[in-house]
């Protein structure tokens, strides 16, 4: 992935979604540890969120030029957090067995090659410890819209699982997330090819998140838009 062609628009537009973030922190924070490595933070939308989790130190990875001055910028008086100009894979050599836990929202479809990434995750997390990753789900929703935004692929549970479990860790909770997201998202951008916008994100996150979230906290659904995996290292 070269660093030019990765702007994190996509976790931008995100950011108003704090019923969908929540959503996803909630899921993955009892997994984080003390210290956990952001990849892909991007201009630190989402970082806030992290933070939240009262977690002791965060380090963040971005390799975009423009993402990263704005992450360094936003978090240069918070003590917690470290930022790192650079792929992970680039930098991981100098975190080998530091890591709690390394967090991937939104961003293992933007790799390339997501088994050599989990290599790299592999090595530098503690014995113990967990990679907890969240992203787009169903490659029959791969749309002009996930080509544009540099996803170079859409997961399902099978796949992921077995990249996960391939690279040494137990997959200790799977499950696909947001299953009402997938008829909106197959109109809006695969069918009719309409950009994202903060606006159409905050309206579904006010409107159908909270239900969703409280209806699949009962019932897991058998699809979803997103799916979340958290793995351990054995």
């Not at 390799?63 to 917690?80: C, H, Q, S, V, Y």
């Not at 100009?85 to 929202?105: I, R």
């Not at 090819?193 to 309206?203: I, R, T």
Request: charged share 25%.
């Amino acid at each position: 992935m070269a660093v030019e062609s990765y702007f994190g628009r996509d976790l931008e537009a995100m950011s108003v979604a704090r019923n969908y973030n929540h959503w996803i922190i909630d899921e993955l924070k009892p997994y984080f540890g003390e210290t956990i490595a952001e990849v892909g933070a991007g201009c630190g939308n989402f970082t806030p969120f992290l933070l939240e989790a009262n977690v002791k130190r965060l380090i963040a990875f971005e390799p975009d030029d423009n993402m990263f001055g704005l992450l360094r910028e936003r978090m240069k008086d918070n003590a917690k957090v470290e930022t790192v100009h650079g792929f992970f894979g680039t930098h991981c050599q100098d975190y080998t067995g530091a890591l709690d836990s390394a967090v991937y929202v939104n961003v293992m479809e933007h790799v390339p090659d997501d088994k050599a990434e989990m290599e790299h995750i592999f090595s530098t997390v503690k014995k113990g410890g967990h990679v907890l990753i969240f992203v787009p789900a169903l490659q029959w929703l791969y749309s002009d819209f996930d080509k544009r935004i540099g996803h170079y692929r859409r997961y399902h549970k099978k796949g992921l699982a077995e990249l996960v479990s391939s690279s040494g860790f137990s997959v200790e909770k799977i499950k696909y997330v947001d299953i009402g997201g997938i008829l909106p998202w197959l109109i809006a951008f695969k069918w009719l090819k309409l950009p994202m916008s903060g606006g159409k994100v905050s309206l579904y996150d006010k409107l159908v998140v909270p239900p969703a979230r409280f209806l699949e906290s009962i019932v897991a659904p058998p699809i979803g838009k997103n799916l979340l995996v958290v793995g351990r290292k054995k």
